[in-house]
C-alpha cells in the first residue's frame, strides 16, 4: 500500500488519469439526477443550440435532445458493457489458456490452432459482422460477443503466464499430494500469475472501450434509444459544420475516458511488475 | 532452403485457416434472420412466386450443397450476386472498391512508418529526456483513441476550421480517384493517428535495448561518430521488432480502415461491407469478410517471412537445423 502511494506520488499522468476515470464513475452513477433533462426529450424550441442556451450546457443535437444529458446517459452504458467484456474475456481466457498450458500436448497444439485460426479475422470485423447478422445489440449481448472476439489475446496472456511458474516446486508438491488439477490450476498457479493477468485486464478495459465506441460508431452497437457515445458521433456527423458541439463532445468524452483508463492501466503495470 | 520449407509449411496452414473461416463466414451469415427471396420480390410477393424463387435460385438445397456450390463459384473466381444491388455481379463493384482502400491505406503507410520510425527512435535516443516525455504521451493518446475520434477532431480543423481538405471523401460521379487524390488525406491521417503510438512505443523501446548493448558501447568507445553509431548499427537492430509490430496491427488497420471510410463516406471496401451488413446483403457480406480475412492472412504470412529473411540469426538457426 505504501509502496502503490509512493509510486503515484511519482507519476502525476496515474494521478490524472485516475482523477478523469473517477470523474466518470461519479456522473455515471450520479449524473442522471443532476441534469434537468432527460435523455430523450426533444426541445423543439432549440435545434442544435449552442452550449449555454437555454439551460444546454453543452448544447443540443438536430432534434434538440440535451448533449450533456445523453453523454450521461452513455457513460452508463459505456462503462457497464466495458467492464462486463473486460472481466469476461479475460475469465474466458484464463479458462482457454490456462487448460491449453496446464495439459499441454495436443490440447494445447489444439487450442493454439484455433486461436490461429480465430486471430485471421480482425475483431473488429468478427464482432460487427456477428453483431449485424443478429441485429438488436443488447448488454449482455455486445458484451458477450465482444469478449469472444478478444479470446485469443486475453488465452495468450493466461497460457503464457501460466508456463512461466507451472514447472515450480509448490506445483510438484500440490501434484505429489495428489490434488485435483482444477486445484492446482486455481488454487495454487492463478494467485501467482494474477499480476501480469491484472495488467492485462485493466488494458483490455480501455481496448473495450475503443471496441464498443466503434461499433457503436458503426450503427452495430446499443439500439436507440439508448445513447451510445459512438452512435452519437456518426448520427450528428452530417451537422457538423452548424453545430460541431454535438460531434466533438461526444467524441471529447471517448478519448477522455481511454485515455484514463490507459494511464490507469500503465501505472497498475508499473506497480505490479516492479512488487514481484 | 530452409525458408522454403517454412514459407511452404506456412502457407499450407494459411490455406487450412481461409478454408476454416470461409465455412464459418458462410454458416454465421445464412443463419441470419431474414429471408432471401422475400428480400428480392419484397413483402408483396405472393408465397407461389417466393417459392418459385427459392427453387430456382436452389436456396431450398441443405447448406452443404449450397456451401459447395458458392465456394466452387469463388475458386473459379465468381463471387456472386448482389440483392440489395439487384443482381449486379459483385466482382464489378467489389474491386474497384478494393482499389480504392488499397490505395488509402498504402497512402496512410507511407506518411506513419517513417513518421513513427523517426520520432520513436528520437524518443529512443532521448530517452527520459523532455522530448521522449513528449513523443511517449503523444503517442500514448492518440494510440488510445478510436479512428473515428482523431478523424473528428481532424475534420474540425482542416476542413471546417482551415478549410484545406473537403468534410467528406466522395468521388464525383464519372470522376476516378486520381483525380481527387486531395480526399485521401484526412483519412489516412486518422489512421496514422492510431498507428503512429504503437510502432513509436515499440521503436523507443527496441531503440532503447540496442543503445544499451556491448557492441554500441564499443562502437563509441573507437571514437566512431554519434550519428554513424545511431543510423549504422543501432537502428539496423533495433528496427527488426518494429516490423512485427506493422505486421501485427495490419488487422487493427482494416478494422480501422472500415472505422475511417464510414466516418469519411469514403468510397472503399470497408464502407461497401458496412452498407452490405446495413441492407442484409449475404452474398456480398461473405464476399468482403472472405476477402479481409485473406488479405490479414496474406499479410501476416509476408511479415514473418520478411522477419525471418531480415533478422539473420533465425536464417542462420534454420540453416543450422
Redesign the interface.
Same mark, same amino acid.
Request: with cysteine; charged share 15%.
Given at each position: 500500500m505504501k509502496y502503490i502511494l509512493y509510486q503515484l506520488k511519482r507519476s502525476p499522468?496515474a494521478i490524472l488519469g485516475i482523477a478523469i476515470l473517477l470523474f466518470w464513475i461519479f456522473l455515471a452513477i450520479f449524473g442522471p439526477s443532476l441534469t434537468p433533462f432527460t435523455h430523450t426529450e426533444m426541445d423543439s424550441l432549440h435545434q442544435m443550440a449552442a452550449p449555454g442556451v437555454n439551460n444546454h450546457v453543452l448544447g443540443t443535437d438536430s432534434l434538440g435532445r440535451d448533449l450533456l444529458t445523453r453523454i450521461i446517459v452513455g457513460s452508463r452504458s459505456i462503462l457497464t458493457v466495458a467492464l462486463l467484456t473486460s472481466i469476461a474475456s479475460t475469465f474466458f481466457g484464463i479458462i482457454v489458456g490456462f487448460s491449453a498450458g496446464y495439459f499441454g500436448g495436443a490440447i494445447d497444439r489444439a487450442v493454439l490452432r484455433m486461436l490461429? @485460426?480465430m486471430?485471421?479475422?480482425?475483431?473488429?470485423?468478427l464482432a460487427?459482422? !456477428?453483431l449485424?447478422?443478429?441485429?438488436g445489440s443488447s448488454i449482455m449481448s455486445l458484451s458477450l460477443i465482444v469478449s469472444i472476439a478478444f479470446i485469443p489475446a486475453t488465452a495468450r496472456v493466461s497460457r503464457g503466464s501460466l508456463l512461466t511458474c507451472k514447472s515450480s516446486e509448490y506445483v510438484d508438491a500440490a501434484r505429489i499430494r495428489g490434488e485435483s488439477h482444477l486445484y492446482i490450476m486455481f488454487v495454487e498457479i492463478l494467485p501467482n500469475t494474477i499480476g501480469p493477468i491484472i495488467v492485462e485486464a485493466t488494458a483490455r478495459f480501455?481496448y473495450s472501450i475503443?471496441m464498443v465506441?466503434?461499433l457503436g460508431?458503426?450503427?452495430?452497437g446499443l439500439q436507440p434509444p439508448t445513447p451510445d457515445w459512438?452512435m452519437m458521433? @456518426?448520427e450528428n456527423?452530417p451537422i457538423?459544420?452548424d453545430a460541431?458541439w454535438a !460531434?466533438?463532445y461526444p467524441?471529447l468524452a471517448?478519448?477522455s475516458l481511454?485515455?484514463s483508463?490507459?494511464?490507469f492501466s500503465?501505472f497498475v503495470s508499473k506497480v505490479l511488475i516492479h512488487e514481484q | 532452403m530452409n525458408i522454403l520449407k517454412t514459407f511452404m509449411r506456412r502457407l499450407g496452414?494459411l490455406i487450412v485457416?481461409?478454408v476454416?473461416?470461409s465455412v464459418v463466414?458462410f454458416v454465421?451469415?445464412e443463419?441470419?434472420?431474414g429471408d432471401v427471396a422475400e428480400m428480392i420480390l419484397g413483402q408483396s410477393a405472393t408465397p407461389e412466386s417466393l417459392e418459385a424463387l427459392r427453387e430456382a435460385r436452389g436456396l431450398n438445397d441443405p447448406i452443404y450443397q449450397r456451401y459447395a456450390r458458392w465456394a466452387g463459384g469463388i475458386l473459379q473466381g465468381d463471387l456472386g450476386e448482389s440483392i440489395y444491388m439487384r443482381g449486379v455481379a459483385i466482382n464489378s463493384i467489389l474491386w474497384r472498391r478494393v482499389g480504392h482502400s488499397v490505395l488509402l491505406a498504402f497512402t496512410a503507410f507511407i506518411i506513419f512508418v517513417p513518421l513513427s520510425i523517426f520520432f520513436g527512435v528520437l524518443a529512443g535516443v532521448k530517452a527520459k529526456k523532455l522530448t521522449d516525455s513528449i513523443i511517449s504521451?503523444f503517442g500514448?493518446?492518440t494510440?488510445?483513441?478510436?479512428?473515428?475520434?482523431s478523424g473528428?477532431?481532424l475534420?474540425?480543423l482542416f476542413a471546417?476550421q482551415l478549410r484545406v481538405f473537403p468534410?467528406v471523401s466522395i468521388i464525383p460521379i464519372g470522376e476516378s480517384i486520381f483525380s481527387n487524390l486531395n480526399i485521401l488525406i484526412l483519412p489516412a491521417l486518422s489512421i496514422t493517428f492510431v498507428m503512429f503510438g504503437y510502432i513509436s512505443r515499440m521503436q523507443r523501446s527496441s531503440m532503447i535495448l540496442v543503445l544499451n548493448s556491448d557492441y554500441i558501447r564499443a562502437a563509441t568507445l573507437k571514437g566512431m561518430p554519434y550519428k554513424y553509431v545511431i543510423f549504422r548499427h543501432a537502428l539496423k537492430n533495433a528496427l527488426l521488432p518494429t516490423i512485427t509490430i506493422i505486421g501485427m496491427n495490419m488487422?487493427?488497420l482494416?478494422?480501422?480502415l472500415?472505422?475511417v471510410e464510414?466516418?469519411f463516406a469514403f468510397p472503399g471496401m470497408g464502407s461497401l461491407?458496412?452498407t452490405a451488413?446495413?441492407t442484409r446483403d449475404v452474398p456480398l457480406?461473405e464476399a468482403c469478410?472472405l476477402l479481409?480475412?485473406a488479405i490479414?492472412?496474406i499479410s501476416t504470412l509476408v511479415t514473418d517471412m520478411l522477419y525471418g529473411l531480415l533478422n539473420p540469426r533465425i536464417r542462420y538457426q534454420g540453416d543450422a537445423q
Amino acid at each position: 500500500m505504501k509502496y502503490i502511494l509512493y509510486q503515484l506520488k511519482r507519476s502525476p499522468l496515474a494521478i490524472l488519469g485516475i482523477a478523469i476515470l473517477l470523474f466518470w464513475i461519479f456522473l455515471a452513477i450520479f449524473g442522471p439526477s443532476l441534469t434537468p433533462f432527460t435523455h430523450t426529450e426533444m426541445d423543439s424550441l432549440h435545434q442544435m443550440a449552442a452550449p449555454g442556451v437555454n439551460n444546454h450546457v453543452l448544447g443540443t443535437d438536430s432534434l434538440g435532445r440535451d448533449l450533456l444529458t445523453r453523454i450521461i446517459v452513455g457513460s452508463r452504458s459505456i462503462l457497464t458493457v466495458a467492464l462486463l467484456t473486460s472481466i469476461a474475456s479475460t475469465f474466458f481466457g484464463i479458462i482457454v489458456g490456462f487448460s491449453a498450458g496446464y495439459f499441454g500436448g495436443a490440447i494445447d497444439r489444439a487450442v493454439l490452432r484455433m486461436l490461429d @485460426i480465430m486471430m485471421a479475422i480482425p475483431p473488429l470485423v468478427l464482432a460487427m459482422v !456477428v453483431l449485424g447478422v443478429l441485429g438488436g445489440s443488447s448488454i449482455m449481448s455486445l458484451s458477450l460477443i465482444v469478449s469472444i472476439a478478444f479470446i485469443p489475446a486475453t488465452a495468450r496472456v493466461s497460457r503464457g503466464s501460466l508456463l512461466t511458474c507451472k514447472s515450480s516446486e509448490y506445483v510438484d508438491a500440490a501434484r505429489i499430494r495428489g490434488e485435483s488439477h482444477l486445484y492446482i490450476m486455481f488454487v495454487e498457479i492463478l494467485p501467482n500469475t494474477i499480476g501480469p493477468i491484472i495488467v492485462e485486464a485493466t488494458a483490455r478495459f480501455a481496448y473495450s472501450i475503443m471496441m464498443v465506441a466503434s461499433l457503436g460508431f458503426l450503427g452495430v452497437g446499443l439500439q436507440p434509444p439508448t445513447p451510445d457515445w459512438g452512435m452519437m458521433v @456518426i448520427e450528428n456527423r452530417p451537422i457538423i459544420t452548424d453545430a460541431p458541439w454535438a !460531434v466533438f463532445y461526444p467524441a471529447l468524452a471517448i478519448a477522455s475516458l481511454v485515455i484514463s483508463i490507459s494511464l490507469f492501466s500503465d501505472f497498475v503495470s508499473k506497480v505490479l511488475i516492479h512488487e514481484q | 532452403m530452409n525458408i522454403l520449407k517454412t514459407f511452404m509449411r506456412r502457407l499450407g496452414s494459411l490455406i487450412v485457416t481461409l478454408v476454416v473461416m470461409s465455412v464459418v463466414i458462410f454458416v454465421l451469415v445464412e443463419i441470419m434472420p431474414g429471408d432471401v427471396a422475400e428480400m428480392i420480390l419484397g413483402q408483396s410477393a405472393t408465397p407461389e412466386s417466393l417459392e418459385a424463387l427459392r427453387e430456382a435460385r436452389g436456396l431450398n438445397d441443405p447448406i452443404y450443397q449450397r456451401y459447395a456450390r458458392w465456394a466452387g463459384g469463388i475458386l473459379q473466381g465468381d463471387l456472386g450476386e448482389s440483392i440489395y444491388m439487384r443482381g449486379v455481379a459483385i466482382n464489378s463493384i467489389l474491386w474497384r472498391r478494393v482499389g480504392h482502400s488499397v490505395l488509402l491505406a498504402f497512402t496512410a503507410f507511407i506518411i506513419f512508418v517513417p513518421l513513427s520510425i523517426f520520432f520513436g527512435v528520437l524518443a529512443g535516443v532521448k530517452a527520459k529526456k523532455l522530448t521522449d516525455s513528449i513523443i511517449s504521451f503523444f503517442g500514448l493518446a492518440t494510440m488510445a483513441l478510436p479512428e473515428f475520434v482523431s478523424g473528428v477532431f481532424l475534420i474540425g480543423l482542416f476542413a471546417v476550421q482551415l478549410r484545406v481538405f473537403p468534410i467528406v471523401s466522395i468521388i464525383p460521379i464519372g470522376e476516378s480517384i486520381f483525380s481527387n487524390l486531395n480526399i485521401l488525406i484526412l483519412p489516412a491521417l486518422s489512421i496514422t493517428f492510431v498507428m503512429f503510438g504503437y510502432i513509436s512505443r515499440m521503436q523507443r523501446s527496441s531503440m532503447i535495448l540496442v543503445l544499451n548493448s556491448d557492441y554500441i558501447r564499443a562502437a563509441t568507445l573507437k571514437g566512431m561518430p554519434y550519428k554513424y553509431v545511431i543510423f549504422r548499427h543501432a537502428l539496423k537492430n533495433a528496427l527488426l521488432p518494429t516490423i512485427t509490430i506493422i505486421g501485427m496491427n495490419m488487422g487493427w488497420l482494416f478494422g480501422g480502415l472500415i472505422v475511417v471510410e464510414t466516418l469519411f463516406a469514403f468510397p472503399g471496401m470497408g464502407s461497401l461491407l458496412m452498407t452490405a451488413i446495413r441492407t442484409r446483403d449475404v452474398p456480398l457480406i461473405e464476399a468482403c469478410v472472405l476477402l479481409i480475412t485473406a488479405i490479414f492472412a496474406i499479410s501476416t504470412l509476408v511479415t514473418d517471412m520478411l522477419y525471418g529473411l531480415l533478422n539473420p540469426r533465425i536464417r542462420y538457426q534454420g540453416d543450422a537445423q
